[in-house]
């Protein structure tokens, strides 16, 4: 591809509003351009390169025995009302009508869709385990679209549902796309991390994300540092090893607490440690108000929470319901003498708590000397905050340190939840009518695209690998203006096409320093430049990532590339 006829409008300056590397870089580079909040065009580099990707998925999925198809994106908004996802899904759900006022979703994944498509063509066991999978623009009204590619309005993913008589069928698929996905985000060249993670709107229960390492990433990943276990931290589970005090209980006390709002205002007007503090949240749970207290030092885990009652939906209560409620507002909240409306639980760590503070359900006045069990009933214990930093490792081994993650890919166990709701049956072998178990595996193909620029950058521009580069050479003349030059890049173009390099060629009349710029912006692996030494046969080859560079003579390129790309 010779540059003076492509359309890659480079930039000198960083574009307003792009606050990471890779919404920087892929802007500045002319790899995307903004067309709305939230969405990307995807000019020539940017396309190579998003191709080279769906094909490394392509050739991973094929080889994993999973069938390519095309799906809609314009979904009926009966088969979601089937699952009940039309209203539980929430505002992300792009919603439309036809010109007949009938309602429409922009999909934001296909479980609706390929079930239904499913039940209708797989009638018997012999057509399972079944894979299918396809590669296509996703929607959703993110409220916030940041970040380039890594969250936006549409965006283009890979995914793939398996289909299954059993459980044991679906785990050793769920296994095998976990695998699959382990070798495509490996020829990627990304360092990333597989994590236990929640289903969240997908529904189901077993589910790994995988975790493109980046201090940008929006999510904490929890690991061990001495095992290879790792968790979004939502999901990571805490070891309950707390002590009880030896101390003696003392009486419960009503204090005042005048304008002390925060548990570190309240922790230091009553002179203890925030571990010394019970911290009380309402929530609403499903249909159900539930008081949930923690340590003062520690998180509620809104995650749990919805996990331990198996809710579809958990939200904080607002301060007016809590005064409804409770007679107080936040910050002076407290299990003790809770109405029988609101259930009570708690976190294991507030079981061992001894004279400990709380708020007293009236403004500006807290209790000291709360013990759980004498001043207050707790309807369950369990695990409900946060992994912190030091924290026992879950698995055991060590203890857990946070990194920073961009969520690449998830693998999901569905179960029969789809397929229950819209009727995906299958004869067996005995004849009988069964629902279909499923898989769910998705890959967000862009959000790949920007990870690994955010892995693969210098101060000068992208640094790209090898097998995901828009072109592996990049080929330029100092001055195209000199004949012997000219000549000799035009040779070298038709030499490095004829042997199957994909190039692009800098043949634009611009000074040599724009060029350099240009190229190391664009971060092409390999590049050649034709200069001062053209009339007697030798260039300069520089490779883009380790700044090693070569005189080679235009007899020996062909074996010098060959080698670079072999390191």
Known sequence: MKQSQSLIPTLKEVPAGADIKSHQLLLRAGFIRQTASGVYSYLPLGKRVLRKIEEIVREEMDQAGANEMLMPALQPAEIWKETGRWDVYGPELMRLQDRHEREFALGPTHEEVITSLVKDEVKSYKKLPLTLYQIQTKYRDEQRPRFGLLR??????????????????????YQLMYDTYSKIFNRCGLDFRPVIADSGAMGGKDTHEFMALSDVGEDTIAYSDTSDYAANIEMAEVTPNYEKPTTSLKEIEKVETPNQKTMQEVADYLEHSLSEGLKALMFKVDEKLVLVVTRGDHEVNDIKLKNLYQASMVELATEHETKQLLGAGFGSLGPVGVSDKVEVVADHAVEYVMNASCGANEDGYHFINVNPGRDFTVAKYADLRFIQEGDPSPDGQGVVKFARGIEIGQVFKLGD???????????DDQGKSKTMIMGCYGIGVSRVLAAIVEQFHDENGITWPDVIAPFQVHLLTINAKKEEQSQLADKLYQMLQTSGIEVLYDDRKERAGVKFADSDLIGIPYRITVGKRASEGYVEFKHRSTGEQLEVHESNIMETINKMMKK
């Open 417 to 427: 939840f789809y397929a229950d709701q819209l009727g995906a049956l299958y004869l």
């Open 152 to 173: 936006g309005r549409e965006f283009v993913m890979k995914d793939a549902y398996s289909f299954h008589e059993t459980y044991e069928s679906l785990d050793e698929s």
